[in-house]
């Protein structure tokens, strides 16, 4: 699992955009920070990470959300919404 994320974090910190990610941040009142990836070059880019026979196991995500620090609330809904 973690080589999975990895390998996302990598694709998207090297198309990263720092003209992009100002103005993204300026329009969400500088709360979050940004790669400035839009949306339709975002999904090109991690579009092959998420075919079937590269999508890392259930139990290995059910384990990773549980266990990131910064998707507690995330894991937390997403568990409930799975059983």
Not at 20 to 26: H, V
Not at 60 to 65: A, F, H, I, P, T
Request: charged share 20%; with cysteine.
């Amino acid at each position: 699992m973690t080589a999975w994320v990895t390998d996302i974090q990598q694709v998207l910190n090297q198309a990263q955009n720092e003209t992009n990610a100002t103005a993204m941040k300026s329009y969400m009142r500088d709360q979050f920070e940004f790669l400035g990836i839009k949306s339709a070059s975002r999904r090109t880019l991690v579009k092959g990470h998420f075919a079937s026979d590269k999508l890392p196991p259930l139990a290995e995500v059910r384990e990773w959300l549980m266990n990131c620090g910064h998707c507690q609330s995330v894991s937390t809904n997403w568990s409930a919404s799975i059983y």
